[in-house]
T-cell receptor, first 114, second 114 residues
Framework: AQSVTQLGSHVSVSEGALVLLRCNYS??????LFWYVQYPNQGLQLLLKYTSAATLVKGINGFEAEFKKSETSFHLTKPSAHMSDAAEYFC????????????FGTGTRLKVLA | DGGITQSPKYLFRKEGQNVTLSCEQNLNHDAMYWYRQDPGQGLRLIYYSQIVNDFQKGDIAEGYSVSREKKESFPLTVTSAQKNPTAFYLCASSIESLGTDTQYFGPGTRLTVL
């Protein structure tokens, strides 16, 4: 069975500092991995996705994530945090074996300090 | 503009009442999904539909019902059998229902039971 673990339900960074949001997955088949962002009382917006092409995936708003099979991780990073990055971030895993269902992590709320 | 609309944005229900949440998409997507979001629990799949006139239960279907009579519409009914319906409900769609397909989300409906 697939699963996703997001370490840290709340993360605080200073404006201009590195953002690192952690995601570890468990999957018996090659996974497809996604990062979404959610602003208060809004839907989810796709930041980036990994589908077995390049292991370093670049997304919108300066975010990127690296797929590391040996560590079963897909951590999200951004070199310099901006106040507008404050939101909740969700990691999700899926696969192409027929179980097209997404499994979401419990989310990480990012706070950016001035 | 193509996208997913959900209505209403806020909904209040008295105990014992059924309510229907609307979800419409003009993306020409075959697959549609309903998720429930509770604080600290991520997103959980209620129902999904891969094609018109067909739908399947997700992980937490008890107390909910859906229909898919048109490609662009996937309404969700929260029945009185749902024990704890207060939550944020998100509708999503994807081109097909493959694991690689990106799910696009609507803005959500917040349901509160009084």
């Amino acid at each position: 069975a697939q699963s996703v673990t997001q370490l840290g339900s709340h993360v605080s960074v200073s404006e201009g500092a590195l953002v690192l949001l952690r995601c570890n997955y468990s999957s018996s088949v090659p996974p497809y991995l996604f990062w979404y962002v959610q602003y208060p009382n809004q839907g989810l917006q796709l930041l980036l996705k990994y589908t077995s092409a390049a292991t370093l995936v670049k997304g919108i708003n300066g975010f990127e994530a690296e797929f590391k099979k040996s560590e079963t991780s897909f951590h999200l990073t951004k070199p310099s945090a901006h106040m507008s990055d404050a939101a909740e971030y969700f990691c999700a895993v899926s696969d192409a074996s027929g179980t097209y269902k997404y499994i979401f992590g419990t989310g990480t709320r990012l706070k950016v300090l001035a | 503009d193509g996208g997913i609309t959900q209505s209403p944005k806020y909904l209040f229900r008295k105990e014992g009442q059924n309510v229907t949440l609307s979800c419409e998409q003009n993306l020409n997507h075959d697959a549609m999904y309903w998720y429930r979001q509770d604080p600290g629990q991520g997103l959980r799949l209620i129902y999904y539909s891969q094609i018109v006139n067909d739908f399947q239960k997700g992980d937490i279907a008890e107390g909910y019902s859906v229909s898919r009579e048109k490609k662009e519409s996937f309404p969700l009914t929260v029945t009185s059998a749902q024990k704890n319906p207060t939550a944020f409900y998100l509708c999503a769609s994807s081109i097909e229902s493959l694991g690689t397909d990106t799910q696009y989300f609507g803005p959500g409906t917040r349901l509160t039971v009084l």
